[in-house]
């Protein structure tokens, strides 16, 4: 299960769309790197999103808010909608430019980078 999740580094993958509010539910998640993509709209708030720096998102122009200097409130970006998200249903958390795919470039590049430091 993906609650347990404790690193997702995502950069650098082209990614689009909104940042799934459902990250902000992965409790154990102590680091989170979408920098050098193309996400916009709210960065999701509460529990590690507040523990997070500007430097894990930055390279995103389209985000806003905290900890990212461009008010979400400012009629630049509409408002995050709310989600249908169900325990057990891993379809709808990936949305939005978060397929598995996407998932496994990064993973696959994590591991060929740590197989080789290693």
């Keep these: 299960m993906l609650f347990n999740l404790e690193s997702l580094d995502l950069s650098s993958n082209l990614l689009t769309g909104r940042i799934p509010q459902q990250l902000a539910f992965i409790t154990f998640l102590a680091v989170l790197n979408l920098s050098h993509n193309q996400l916009e709209g709210a960065i999701p708030s509460g529990k590690q999103f507040n523990t997070f720096n500007a430097s894990l998102i930055e ?15 400012s009629g630049e970006s509409p408002a995050l909608q709310p989600s249908n998200f169900h325990n057990g249903d891993d379809s709808t958390f990936f949305g939005d430019g978060f397929g598995w795919k996407a998932v496994a470039r990064g993973y696959g590049c994590g591991f060929v980078f740590g197989v080789t430091v290693g």
């Design 59 to 73: 390279g995103n122009l389209g985000l806003c808010g905290f900890p990212m200097p461009k008010d979400c409130n």
